[in-house]
């Protein structure tokens, strides 16, 4: 074989683990995206009860009343923060979840739970974070949710708090 073909070859083969790349990274997203609307889809049945906060148009209204001094100060309310930007807020009785989704939680997963749960506190709304996904990426990660008092349900595991919650009667 020439040179020019190998060379040929070898650009082939690159381009081909590029396109494989790719498509692994976009099934992936495929693939979490999906588990993500199911996951919201079945919410009610998951938390027996209650309802999406930011589907009605009264409990969205109560979040943003609340919300307003604090859109005032930026610093204080960025992307980070913003409840609105939780993949859920669900609502029993006068408490707020506020969920974020993903198929691997990590640790960025359960601070944004965090933060933006005490971002509702601090405009006086009772809320508490919660991660849901199929796995941990890690133990840390675990670990970490444990410590923030974030509660769970990973695969078919659960925390205390995330039981109490579906306990709780819907108001």
Partial sequence: MS?????????????MDELSKLLRRDVRWHDEELF?????????????????ATGHPDE????????DPLVARPEVLNELDDPLLADLLWRKGERVAV????????RADVDR??????????AGIPA?????GRDWTSDDAEDAARARSIEWRIGEDTS?????????RAA
């Fill in 99 to 106: 969920v974020e989704v993903s198929m691997q939680v990590d």
């Fill in 60 to 67: 969205l209204e109560k979040i943003q009343s609340a919300l």
């Fill in 36 to 52: 993500e609307r199911t996951t919201l889809r079945h919410a009610w049945a998951m938390f027996a009860g209650g309802r999406d």
């Fill in 128 to 132: 508490f974070g919660m991660v849901i």
């Fill in 3 to 15: 040179c020019t073909t190998i060379l040929a070859q070898e650009r082939k083969t690159q381009a």
């Fill in 160 to 168: 205390p708090g995330y039981l109490d919650f579906r306990r709780e």
């Fill in 113 to 122: 739970a965090d933060r933006r749960a005490a971002t509702l506190r601090a």
